[in-house]
Structure formats: C-alpha cells, structure tokens
C-alpha cells in the first residue's frame, strides 16, 4: 500500500463499448436464450433472484417473492471465503466429472487438434479423452493420479510452465526508440559484459534529472549568496566519506543536510541511527559500509551517461540497465542526491511519481524500518563486495484501445490451474511471472513504513526500487514488469511480524541478455473504502483490464502466472471476486494460473472446486462474464447480506438434476 499518497484511485475506466451487457448466455441456468442489452451497471430486476421450482438455492431467470428472497439470503452462503459443501465432482477419479452437463462437448478445445502449442500448454483439457491423449504423450500417468488433495482438475505445481521451459530466443541486445539500453550493446553482444553506454545529459521533462547534471544548480552561502552546480558540493560531501575507514550516521546527516539545506532540521535520522545501535559491536559492519556507499554513487557520471527516459503514461516502453547502474542509482538514492524529488505537493514537478530520495526510510524509528533497513544495508554490501554482471529491464507496458478484450462474447475456456494453501509466490512460483500485488505508486510504502505484499518483495529484491525513479502512476490500462532482478535476502513474517533472515543464495540462471530468469508483474488493484464498492461491473471490468494487461503475453512461449489474493488486504477486495477475475484474465491471455492463497484453506478448497465445475462444464470467459454480471446485480439486491460468488456459480452452473 502507498505510503503516505493517495492510493489506486479508479481515474477514467475503459470505453463505452464494453461498459454494457450484452445478450444473455444462452447456457445460463434457466435463462431464456437471449435477451434485450442492458447497462452493465444497471441492477437486475428482483424478479431475476428467485429460488426455481427445481432447487432451493439461488439461481437466474424465474420469478420470486419477497419471503423467497430472505430465505435466500441465508447465513451459511451469505459470507466470504466459505468453502462450497458440494463438491461436484471431486470424487471422481479422473479430472472431469462424468455427471451430467447443460453444455455441449466442445469440439475446438484447447486440447483438440488445430490449436497453437502455446494455446495447449496453457489451458485445461475439455474432455475425459483428451486428458487420456495427453497423459499418453506425455507418459505422466502417475502424476496425474497423485494431485494434491481437492478436484482432480487442478494441475501440479510441477507442471506449470517456467521462464527456463520457453522456446523464446531474444536474439542479440538491441535498442530502438522505445527501448533505451543502457549499456553498451556492441560490447555486450561480442561479450565485453555490461559497459555503460556514451551518452549526454538531458535536463528535460521527459527524463529523469540527474544529480550530476550541470543544470543542477543550488544556492550556496548564508550572507552572500552564490549559485553553485549541485553535483560540485554532492561531491566534495560524499567524497570526504569515502575517504574515511568508518563513518556515523551524523557524519551522514551532516553530508546530506549540504546539499539538500532547506530541510535541515525537518529530516530525521533516527531510524538509521538505532540500527546502528541495536545492531551488536562484532557484527555491526555499517560503519565501515557507509564510505562504500558514498564512493558507489560518485561513480554516477561513470557509470550512467545516457539520459533515463521517463516511463510516462500512455506510453509502451522499457529501460535495461546493468545491475551496477542500478546500485549506483540506488546508492545515490540513500544518500538522497535526486533534484526536484523530496517535495510531493500537487504543483511540485514530480508529483506523479514515487519518492525515490531515502529520506522517509531514515527518520520514525520503528520495528518495520529496522528489518527493511537490514535487508537493504546487506544489498549494499553484497553488491559492493561482489559486483554483479547482469541486466535488468523495466518495462511499462500500456494497453491501447484495439488490445481490449471483448469479455462479452469471449470464448477461451479456463486455463490450467494449480491452487495450494502453502508456499509463496516468490518461492514456489520461481521461473513464472510473478505478481507484485502493487500501489499504482510502484512500491508502495517500501521507503515508509508499509510492509506487505509488494514493499517484502522490494526490500528482498532492492533493485525494484530503482523503478520508483522513472516510472509514473499506473493508469487503469498499465502495468510494470520487471525481468531479471536478483533476490538479495531472506525473511520471515508480514507486516508487523516481518524478519530479515539473512541472505538468499541465487541459483536461477540467466537469458542471453544476462537477465536473470525472475519475471515480476506490478498490477494495482483498486483500493475500496466501502467493501460493496466492488460489485458493480464497472469496477469488475477495470479489475479484469488490469489483470489482463498484466497477463498478456507478448512472445510465443510465455512462462504460467504465479498469483494470491491480490488487493485483498488493505484494499477490502474479496478474495473469491478477484480469484475469478485473475482466472478469467489468464484464460483470455492463454497462459497458466499458478494461485497460492497463504494459507487460506477454505478458500482454496472452494477455488478448486469451482475450477473443476467450470472445466467440467466447458464454461467459457462469456459466460463467467454474465455470471458476475448476474452476480453483482444480486449483492446489490441482497442489501447488507453478502452473497457467496462460489456458491452462487454453483448453482446457476450446474445443471439442476444435480442439485
């Protein structure tokens, strides 16, 4: 969650041309086969809510009186996170059920012939004989049997795809208008490893502005006042550290106050100071770290000669950087170097973007801030010690107008699923895309004091970080993904009970432009003040947009998504909501869902049998998508009950001689 800034505002959604309903599915469970368009944020009729003839429980189509709405609204379904009791299909041996279904076979199926190879190894098989094909070629017999326990639709962690599974190949490093690379690529490509790229300063609203830059000017001089190029008096502070064996945290204060003078007295550095305290005399290595620091970011005019475009809004682009370019970058952030980026008012140049300057990290001591400063010291040593030889690349990636889904009439089917209540995502989805449940302001409150989700994943890999300098508020239609950042720490806990434990050993291997093979995906959910904000189709909508621009896929061969209860915390989402919602993005983007509920039993229980219902009954994105049109229509009739969408997909899903 931001720190400090306003988080996840919805800001303009999508177009007019997917903000309605369409015609009805003509599958949809006692529906007539079809029906007149209707605003997707008009409510259903209550004539719509009903229990039928055939089943006591809640489905669509049929008329119902008042005392039938209220036995409707019963406790037992009305609540989130409850597993369904019906377990339709779970005892069957094989991945499909061989009970009865209201849709037909499917014949074009991602498991029938005429597909693409991609289409097959990221979605579920629609029949009971193209399971057995599969199994055949690929002689994994055994392992289909032995699932982990819950419906036998679901797949193995094992087979998911990875980043190191893909056929893709990069070809040689390049750059072009909307690819700014950092380093020198004719080196790199005959392996020279990772010069920096020659290059000029650019003091301009569309690149970063650097502290090095001649145009960086300050006011020197207390009775005469003198203007002086900022990097001269940055220097001649950091320079004087590097010179010492050991240095304090008032050496450091006393060094940055000079060129950053308006706010000496403001700035506090308490919280750097008492881990210095609390750390014991023998292992407290910080003293002698502090001058390594500061000559790491006097190397900047060395290691970074090319201007940093900004990742602005509206726009497609990625950076790559060597992994020494960004720790300079990031040493010259703890030492607080960055022109124009400590104030954050609405008329301030960069008040649409994250702070990078370490400043809020320093001062408000607190048990949070000690372990995150733990983890990022020990970045710092690590790095100086043994400097690392890789690349990293940023990338915004903005959906446009004709990239938009047509959730209405979608017919992909539900991709493979694996669903556990163990593990992490950053442990057991290693080699997939990993999403970074993020604040639209990237990172959150890594350099405040929130510590969940995304801020654990930045102060682990700190390289993140550096994304904080170029990259601006998310707009509904973006995300940020990050290829190739190195896991520095190990840890323990969340939020209050979070723990440094040492360091991580890194054994992924890395792609031809010596990337790691670690993928994240930042993707903001909407933060709802009001819980039942969430279900209206408007905001559905905006949630499957941004999940699918996350999920996309921009190559062939593309790894599965290891994902969790995204904007579920803070952000009041409810987890079954934005399960299916993360399910319905990757089927639309053909690629695999890995999904880790933390330890949430009922709600992977009630996640797979769900799964295994809709596989069961070849249900397609379109008619999920009715579903939760449906679905929204009844919360907003239920007033202050609350509708289980497990549940409730259940009934309208399944055919009625089964209920």
């Not at 998310?474 to 806990?493: K, R």
Request: proline letters at 5%; aromatic letters at 8%.
């Amino acid at each position: 969650m931001a720190d400090g800034q306003n988080s996840n505002s919805s800001g303009k959604v999508l177009n007019p041309e997917i903000m309605h309903k369409g015609k009805e599915n003509s599958d949809a469970a006692g529906g007539e086969s079809s029906k007149p368009l209707r605003q997707m944020t008009e409510p259903l009729q209550p004539e719509v809510m009903h229990k039928s003839k055939d089943s006591p429980e809640l489905s669509v189509g049929h008329r119902n009186s008042s005392q039938q709405m209220k036995e409707l609204l019963q406790p037992e379904i009305m609540h989130e996170g409850k597993a369904s009791s019906v377990q339709t299909g779970c005892s069957s041996p094989g991945p499909l059920s061989s009970g009865p279904s209201t849709s037909a076979p499917s014949t074009s199926g991602p498991f029938t012939s005429g597909h693409s190879s991609s289409a097959t190894s990221s979605h579920a098989p629609s029949s009971s004989q193209d399971v057995i094909s599969v199994r055949q070629a690929q002689g994994d017999t055994a392992a289909r049997k032995n699932r982990e326990d819950g419906p036998s639709s679901c797949f193995l962690l094992n087979d998911m795809k990875t980043l190191s599974q893909g056929g893709n190949k990069l070809g040689s490093l390049d750059f072009s208008k909307t690819h700014t690379v950092l380093v020198d690529v004719a080196v790199f490509n005959c392996g020279g490893g990772p010069m920096p790229q020659d290059g000029r300063d650019l003091w301009h609203s569309d690149f970063v502005k650097m502290p090095c830059s001649p145009s960086s000017t300050m006011k020197t001089g207390a009775v005469k006042q003198s203007t002086k190029i900022r990097w001269e008096v940055i220097s001649k502070q950091l320079s004087s550290l590097a010179k010492k064996t050991t240095a304090s945290v008032n050496d450091l204060e006393e060094a940055i106050i000079k060129y950053n003078p308006k706010y000496k007295g403001q700035w506090s550095f308490d919280a750097l100071s008492s881990l210095v305290t609390v750390v014991p005399k023998e292992d407290n290595y910080l003293p002698q770290l502090f001058p390594k620091i500061a000559a790491l970011a006097l190397r900047l005019p060395v290691l970074v000669k090319k201007a940093i475009p900004l990742l602005k809004r509206g726009h497609t682009a990625a950076i790559t950087l060597s992994q020494t370019q960004i720790a300079c970058l990031l040493a010259n952030a703890f030492f607080c170097t960055y022109p124009h980026r400590n104030a954050s008012g609405p008329k301030a140049e960069y008040h649409n973007y994250p702070s990078i300057n370490f400043t809020s990290l320093f001062g408000n001591w607190s048990s949070r801030k000690k372990e995150k400063l733990r983890a990022i010291m020990h970045y710092f040593q690590t790095v100086i010690a043994n400097e690392p030889k890789g690349l990293v690349t940023f990338q915004k990636r903005c959906l446009r107008d004709t990239d938009l889904p047509k959730w209405g009439s979608s017919n992909d089917k539900m991709p493979r699923l694996h669903v556990t209540s163990h593990g992490t995502i950053e442990t057991e989805g290693t080699g997939m895309l990993q999403v970074d449940f993020a604040s639209s302001w990237i990172g959150g409150g890594v350099l405040g004091s929130g510590l969940v989700q995304e801020e654990i994943l930045f102060v682990i890999n700190p390289e993140l970080i550096v994304s904080r300098l170029f990259t601006e508020k998310l707009a509904d239609n973006e995300c940020l993904v990050i290829t190739g950042s190195q896991q520095f720490s190990s840890y323990s806990g969340f939020g209050d009970s979070f723990e440094w434990m040492g360091p991580h050993e890194e054994r992924l291997g890395r792609d031809e432009w010596g990337r790691l093979k670690r993928q994240i995906v930042a993707i903001d959910a909407l933060n709802f003040k009001h819980k039942r904000d969430q279900y209206n189709m408007i905001t559905v909508t905006r949630e499957l947009l941004k999940a699918y621009c996350g999920f996309k896929g921009h190559r062939q061969h593309e790894p599965d998504i290891a994902t969790g209860n995204w904007g579920c915390g803070a952000f009041n989402g409810d987890k079954q909501l934005k399960a299916v919602i993360q399910l319905m993005a990757a089927a639309q983007a053909k690629r695999g869902l890995a999904f880790f509920t933390f330890e949430d039993e009922n709600l992977k229980q009630g996640l797979q049998q769900t799964y295994h219902l809709l596989v069961r009954e070849g249900t397609t994105v379109e008619k999920l998508y009715r579903l939760l049109e449906d679905y929204c229509a009844a919360q907003t009739a239920s007033c202050d009950s609350h509708v289980d969408l497990f549940e409730f997909i259940r009934i309208n899903i399944t055919p009625s001689s089964q209920l």
